[in-house]
Every structure is written in structure tokens, then in C-alpha cells.
T-cell receptor, first 115, second 111 residues
Framework: GAVVSQHPSRVICKSGTSVKIECRSL??????MFWYRQFPKKSLMLMAT?????????EQGVEKDKFLINHASLTLSTLTVTSAHPEDSSFYIC???????????FGPGTRLLVL | RKEVEQDPGPFNVPEGATVAFNCTYS??????FFWYRQDCRKEPKLLMS???SGNEDGRFTAQLNRASQYISLLIRDSKLSDSATYLC????????????FGTGTKLQVIP
């Protein structure tokens, strides 16, 4: 399966600042990547689908102006949490779909804590 | 109603026991199903696919019942290393390419 990395693995920031999270597909060119958020003891919730060369597709209830996604190349997608608030504190995980689009390979996740 | 529902557990079982997890899905158009394993504070990792004919991989057996919209995972001879949260996943194809995760069932295997 695909090898996916994320950076940073954890970040602590002050309320009001912006945080950028990178997702890289190390051995697989990905025209699509997914961004998820997971709160403690909750399921993964799809936030958006990142599309290389075009705009991201956001799920209902996810603010596109707050969670900026840029799919700069076939191996890199970034998620920027703008003007972060404590309620944005969560585990953010990206994934790359497998060849059949059904299975997904996840990055190790980024833990965001907004103070 | 949640799209994919699981009993959150926790299931506390002794080593060597057999344990079964259940999962139901609401969207009958879902095409494919999977079980993922998520260790504490880690990312999910694919455990196995689920087929109507059943799928067995060592100590793990997954089963799909489309008529009942029900998925199961059976773990035999539980090991301490099996302790994790098991996520049931439904994939909606047909151009939607949407993956829906259940909330997960936590398993704790006790020595």
C-alpha cells in the first residue's frame, strides 16, 4: 500500500493563529487525498477531498474558508487551519486512496492543541 | 440514525478467547466494506476486506450479510496485541467515492 507521511505530528498553538499541516504520499502519485478529523472516542469524520489541480470538495458543515486545502502536486496536500480556536483541537489525519479507490492508506496524523 | 453503527464496547476478554464484533450500515447502496484497526493515538490501518462469501485471514474472519445490512468480525484465540479499536467501514462507490467510518469497537485483551 501507499506510504503516507504527515508533518507536524503534533502542534500546540495560541488561539487566533494559523496552522499548516502537510500530507505527503511518499511512493504513490495521488490525484486525490482525503482529510479527516477525529475527536476523542469519536469516529473519523471526513472534512474534505483534496483534488490535485482543482478546488477541494468540502463536506457539509465544514467551513472552506477556515480549513484551507491546497493540493500542490501529486504527492503533497496541505491543510491550513486558519484563526484556530480551542474547539479546533483534534486529531487530523490525511489519507490516500488505494488503486481501487476503496481502501485508504492513512498518514500518522497530526494532533492539534489550540490554547 | 448513524450511517455505520457499532457497539463501542469496551470488550474485555481473556487471552485465548474468541470475540465477535458487529456492525450495521444504513445505506443499502454501499458497495464495499472493510475492517480497520486503530491503536491508541495512532492512525487507522486496514485489517481486512469483507465479502458476502466471507473472508478469513488467520485468526480473523469477516462476514457480510447484505440482506440484513450487517457486517461482523470474529477474532479467535485473542492475543494481547489484538487490543485496539476496530473500525467498521462502508464504501459508497458509483462516483461518490465516499467512505464512512463507524465509531469503532474497543477491544481489551487481558492476560
Amino acid at each position: 500500500g501507499a506510504v503516507v507521511s504527515q508533518h507536524p505530528s503534533r502542534v500546540i498553538c495560541k488561539s487566533g493563529t494559523s496552522v499548516k499541516i502537510e500530507c505527503r504520499s511518499l511512493d504513490f502519485q495521488a490525484t486525490t487525498m482525503f482529510w479527516y478529523r477525529q475527536f476523542p472516542k469519536k469516529s473519523l469524520m471526513l472534512m474534505a477531498t483534496s483534488n490535485e489541480g482543482s478546488k477541494a470538495t468540502y463536506e457539509q458543515g465544514v467551513e472552506k474558508d477556515k480549513f484551507l486545502i491546497n493540493h500542490a502536486s501529486l504527492t503533497l496536500s496541505t491543510l491550513t487551519v486558519t484563526s484556530a480556536h480551542p474547539e479546533d483541537s483534534s486529531f487530523y489525519i490525511c489519507s490516500v486512496p488505494g488503486s481501487g479507490q476503496e481502501t485508504q492508506y492513512f498518514g500518522p496524523g497530526t494532533r492539534l492543541l489550540v490554547l | 440514525r448513524k450511517e455505520v453503527e457499532q457497539d463501542p464496547g469496551p470488550f474485555n476478554v481473556p487471552e485465548g478467547a474468541t470475540v465477535a464484533f458487529n456492525c450495521t450500515y444504513s445505506n443499502s447502496a454501499s458497495q464495499s466494506f472493510f475492517w480497520y484497526r486503530q491503536d491508541c493515538r495512532k492512525e487507522p490501518k486496514l485489517l481486512m476486506s469483507v465479502y458476502s462469501s466471507g473472508n478469513e485471514d488467520g485468526r480473523f474472519t469477516a462476514q457480510l450479510n447484505r440482506a440484513s445490512q450487517y457486517i461482523s468480525l470474529l477474532i479467535r484465540d485473542s492475543k494481547l496485541s489484538d487490543s485496539a479499536t476496530y473500525l467498521c467501514v462502508a464504501f459508497l462507490g458509483g462516483g461518490y467515492q465516499k467512505v464512512t467510518f463507524g465509531t469503532g469497537t474497543k477491544l481489551q485483551v487481558i492476560p
